[in-house]
C-alpha cells in the first residue's frame, strides 16, 4: 500500500490535520475505502486521538479567539443607550451564526472519523463541553452585557409580538399611526420585529444545537428576567396597597416570561431525553425558582412600605395579605423586624413627633402587625421600642387617657366601645385553642431568643386597650390620670356633657373593675347633686331677696377628688359676703354640713364697661379679681397687687398678661400696671372671640399634677424610709423597696415601682 498515497487521502478527508478548518467534500465510497484502508492497518486509534487533538487546538486557538473578535466595542459599559444595545445585538447574533458553522465543520470532521469505530458515539457531546470551556475560560470583561442586550432587544419584541394587542396592524393603520414600535424602537410603518424575531429564533436554535444556551446566556437572562421581575412589580404595586396583586403577578410570570423562556429553550434536551419532556423540565425549575424570586421581591417592596401600610389600615388589607402569602412561602421574619423597627425609630420615635402621633401610630401598628401574624412574636418585637419611648414621655399617660373619652385619630374610644365583646372573643380564642390543639404551630423559627423569651408572660390575645395601658403596666396609674382629666371637666366646661363621662365610665369598669372607678361615680353624683342644690337654694325667698349677683356652686366630695393644685385667691369683703350668703343657705338646706370655698377654681360671667360701651366676658375668678381691684385703684403695684389677691408674684404676672393683650391693662414702667380707659378706639379684646379669650385656662388643670400626686403618695413612706437606714446604717434599693410593700400591704394598698422609688430617694438626696 502506497503510504504517501493514504496519508494523501486521510489529509483530503481530514483538512484539519493541516490546520484547515474549513470542510472539503469527498464521494461516500472514497471516504468508506478509506476507512477500511486505516482499519487494515491498525491505525484508526491514533488517527482518532490525532484529529480530536487537532480540533481540540483549533477550537483553543481559531474558533474561539475568532468568535471574541467579534466583540471590539460595547463591553464595559454600565449604561446602554438604544443604538448600543442594538449594535451589539446584531454582533451577538452574527458572531453566534459563524461560531455554529465553524463548529458545523468539526461535527464533521468527528462525523467522519467515527465511521472508523462505530461503538465511539459520543465525540460530539465532548466537542461541545470543549468549545463550552474553552468559550467561558477566554471570556472577556463585560460580555455578558453584551449577551444581556441581546436579550433584552428579544424581550422587547417578544412582548410587542406576542403580548401586545395592537402590535398587528393594517397597512392603512401602519401609515396613520407614526408612533415608535416598543420592540424595535422604528417607527410603526418600519417596524422590523418580524424579521428580528426571525434572527432571535435562529440565535437560540444556534446555541441549543451547541448546548451553549445554558452555559453563555444562561446568568445574564436570569439577571434580565429578575430585573423584569423587579421593575414589574415596581410598576405594578407600589403605593398601592387597597387592592390584592399576588395572583395578578402570578398569572403575568406564568403567560409573559414563562411562556418567553418556554420560546427560547424549546427542544432543548439532553441526549437521554425527548425534546418535549426536556424542556418541560427545564422551564418548571425556572418557574419554581422566578416564583420564589416573584414571592421574594413582593415581600421586599411590602416590608419597605409596611409604615404607610400601617397608616392606612384597615384599606391597606389585601398588601396585607400578599404578604401574609409571601412570607408564608419564604421566611423574612427578621428582615420584617429590623426593617420596621428602624423605619418607626426614623420616623415615629423622636422630639419633633408629639405624643398622640405616636399613639396613633402604635396603635395601628398593633391593628396591622396582628392582622399579619397573630402568633405576637412579631408584634411584641417591633412594639417594644415604642413602648420604652412612650414611657419616657410625660404626657403619654394624659393623651391615652384622653383618647380613651374623647373622639380622636387613635381609635381609643372605638375599642374601649367594644368592652365585653373583646374579653369574650379572647376566651372563646383560647378555648378553639385548647380544642384544636391538633392544628396547632410552634412559633416561627428564626426569631430572636431574647423576643421569643419576652413572650412567655405575655397575653398574646390581650386586646388594643391592654396592649396601651400595659405601656406602664399598672391600671392605678391610668385610672388616676382619668380621674384627674374628669375632675378638670368637670371643673372647666359649662357645658359638660353628664351622659357622655357616664357610658365612657360604664365601659372602663367593665374592664377595669369597680374598686378603681368608684370614685369617678362619686365625682359624677356630686355633679348632679350640685345641680339639684343650686336649684333649691337659688328658690330660696330670703337667699334671694339678700344676694347681688348669682353663684351657682359645685360642692364636692374632697376625699373623692384628686389633690388639687396649691393656688389660692382673696376675695375682696363684698365679693366675700356673696359667698357667706350662699354658705349659710347650703347650712340651712344640708343641717350639720358647711361649705369650704375654692375660690381660684370656677368661672365669673363679668361685665366691662369701657366708656359707653358694655362687654360680657366669662373668666377665671383670678381674671376678674384682677380687674375688680383696678376699679377702684386705676394703677398697681405688682407686689401690692399679690400681697391683696395672696397670688404669687409669678403667677399674678401671667394673669394679668391676658389683660394686656386685650389693651385693658398695660404695664408703664417694669412691675406697674395701669388701666387703660381710652374708648376712642376699638380694643383687642373687642375683636376677639370669648371662646379664643380662654384659651390660656382650658390648658391649666385645677388638679395637682400626676407626678405631684405621687410625690405626695410616697411621702408617707419617707418616715419609715429614715427609720430603716437609722437602724440598719444601710440598705441596697431592693431590700428598702421589699420592706416598703410590705408596710404597703397593710396601709392604704399604694404601689410604685423600684425605679419610682430611686427617683424618689435621688430627690431627697438632692434636697438634703
Not at 11 to 37: E, M, W
Not at 131 to 139: H, I
Not at 737 to 747: I, P, R, T
Request: with cysteine.
Amino acid at each position: 500500500m502506497d503510504i504517501e498515497l493514504l496519508w494523501f487521502e486521510i489529509s483530503r478527508s481530514f483538512p484539519i490535520l493541516s490546520g484547515n478548518v474549513a470542510i472539503t467534500y469527498s464521494d461516500d465510497d472514497s471516504h468508506h475505502q478509506l476507512c477500511k484502508d486505516i482499519i487494515s492497518l491498525g491505525l484508526s486509534d491514533a488517527l482518532r486521538e490525532i484529529v480530536f487533538s487537532e480540533i481540540q487546538s483549533a477550537v483553543r486557538d481559531k474558533i474561539v479567539p475568532l468568535f471574541w473578535s467579534n466583540f471590539p466595542i460595547g463591553l464595559g459599559v454600565t449604561e446602554q443607550t438604544v443604538e448600543s444595545q442594538f449594535l451589539m445585538f446584531h454582533q451577538f447574533a452574527s458572531a453566534v451564526d459563524n461560531l455554529q458553522k465553524n463548529v458545523s465543520c468539526l461535527e464533521i470532521f468527528i462525523e467522519r472519523v467515527n465511521k472508523l469505530d462505530p461503538r465511539q458515539n459520543n465525540d460530539s457531546r465532548k466537542l461541545h463541553a470543549i468549545l463550552l470551556k474553552t468559550l467561558l475560560g477566554q471570556m472577556p470583561t463585560g460580555f455578558n452585557e453584551v449577551v444581556s442586550a441581546f436579550y433584552c432587544v428579544a424581550f422587547q419584541i417578544y412582548i410587542q409580538m406576542y403580548t401586545n394587542p395592537t402590535a398587528v396592524l393594517t397597512d392603512a393603520e401602519l401609515m396613520m399611526n407614526k408612533k415608535e414600535c416598543s420592540g424595535c424602537k422604528n417607527e410603526m410603518n418600519g417596524c422590523e420585529c418580524q424579521s428580528l424575531d426571525i434572527l432571535i429564533n435562529k440565535t437560540n436554535k444556534a446555541l441549543r444545537e451547541m448546548e451553549l444556551l445554558d452555559g453563555i446566556a444562561g446568568e445574564s437572562l436570569t439577571l434580565l428576567v429578575q430585573k423584569c421581575i423587579k421593575g414589574h412589580i415596581k410598576e405594578t404595586c407600589h403605593g398601592i396597597f387597597d387592592r390584592s396583586f399576588l395572583r395578578q403577578l402570578e398569572i403575568w410570570l406564568d403567560e409573559t416570561i414563562i411562556n418567553w423562556l418556554r420560546k427560547i429553550f424549546s427542544h432543548v434536551c439532553m441526549h437521554s431525553q425527548t425534546p418535549e419532556t426536556c424542556t418541560s423540565n427545564i422551564i418548571k425549575g425556572f418557574k419554581v425558582k422566578l416564583t420564589y424570586f416573584l414571592y421574594e421581591h413582593l415581600a421586599l417592596s411590602s416590608i419597605e412600605q409596611f409604615f404607610s401600610i400601617i397608616i392606612d389600615f384597615p384599606d391597606s388589607i389585601p398588601a396585607i395579605d400578599d404578604l401574609k402569602i409571601c412570607m408564608e412561602k419564604i421566611d423574612m421574619r427578621k428582615h420584617f423586624i429590623r426593617t420596621l423597627t428602624n423605619t418607626l425609630k426614623v420616623r415615629v420615635l423622636h422630639p419633633g413627633v408629639n405624643t398622640m402621633d405616636i399613639l396613633t401610630g402604635y396603635i395601628a401598628a398593633i391593628k396591622a402587625i396582628r392582622y399579619l401574624d397573630n402568633s405576637g412574636i412579631i408584634l411584641e418585637t417591633v412594639t417594644t421600642p415604642i413602648r420604652d419611648y412612650l414611657r419616657k414621655r410625660s404626657d403619654t399617660v394624659r393623651r391615652v387617657v384622653t383618647g380613651l373619652t374623647e373622639e380622636g385619630p387613635t381609635d381609643l374610644t372605638e375599642e374601649l366601645a367594644k368592652g365585653e365583646s373583646s374579653k369574650e372573643n379572647a376566651k372563646l380564642d383560647a378555648n378553639d385553642e385548647l380544642n384544636n390543639w391538633e392544628n396547632w404551630l410552634p412559633d416561627s423559627y428564626g426569631i430572636d431568643q431574647t423576643a421569643r423569651a419576652q413572650l412567655i408572660n405575655v397575653n398574646r390575645s390581650a386586646d388594643i386597650i391592654s396592649m396601651v395601658v400595659d405601656i406602664y403596666g399598672s391600671k392605678e396609674l391610668f385610672m388616676n390620670e382619668y380621674r384627674n382629666l374628669m375632675a378638670d371637666r368637670l371643673l372647666t366646661y359649662l357645658d359638660f356633657n353628664a351622659d357622655k363621662e357616664i357610658r365612657n365610665l360604664e365601659l372602663l369598669k367593665l374592664r377595669f373593675g369597680d374598686s378603681l372607678l368608684h370614685s369617678c361615680e362619686v365625682m359624677l353624683k356630686d355633679l348632679t347633686d350640685s345641680k339639684r342644690i343650686n336649684s333649691h337654694i337659688s328658690s330660696d325667698t330670703k337667699y334671694k331677696e339678700n344676694k347681688i349677683f348669682d353663684i351657682s356652686a359645685f360642692t364636692i366630695s374632697a376625699q373623692f377628688w384628686p389633690t388639687f393644685n396649691k393656688e389660692s385667691l382673696e376675695l375682696p369683703d363684698e365679693i366675700a359676703n356673696e359667698f357667706e350668703k350662699y354658705t349659710k343657705a347650703y347650712e340651712a338646706y344640708k343641717g350639720n354640713r358647711t361649705l369650704n370655698w375654692r375660690t381660684v377654681t370656677g368661672r365669673v360671667h363679668i361685665l366691662i364697661e369701657i366708656g359707653q360701651r358694655i362687654i360680657e366676658m366669662t373668666v377665671s375668678p383670678t381674671h376678674a379679681i384682677i380687674l375688680y381691684h383696678f376699679q377702684n385703684k386705676d394703677e398697681w403695684i405688682l407686689e401690692d397687687l399679690s400681697q391683696i389677691t395672696k397670688v404669687p408674684s409669678t403667677i399674678l404676672r401671667r394673669r394679668i398678661e391676658f389683660w394686656i393683650s386685650h389693651d385693658l391693662i398695660k404695664e408703664i414702667r417694669p412691675g406697674v400696671f395701669k388701666l387703660v380707659e381710652d374708648d376712642g378706639k376699638k380694643s383687642a379684646f373687642e375683636k376677639t372671640q370669648l371662646s379664643q379669650s380662654l384659651g390660656e385656662e382650658d390648658v391649666e388643670s385645677a388638679m395637682a399634677s400626676a407626678s405631684d400626686q405621687r410625690e405626695e403618695e410616697l411621702q408617707v413612706f419617707w418616715s419609715y424610709i429614715v427609720g430603716m437606714l437609722t437602724n440598719l446604717d444601710s440598705l441596697p434599693l431592693d431590700r428598702i423597696h421589699q420592706m416598703l410593700k410590705l408596710f404597703a400591704s397593710h396601709g392604704g394598698g399604694i404601689e410604685f415601682t423600684q425605679d419610682e422609688l430611686k427617683n424618689f430617694l435621688q430627690r431627697k438626696v438632692v434636697h438634703i
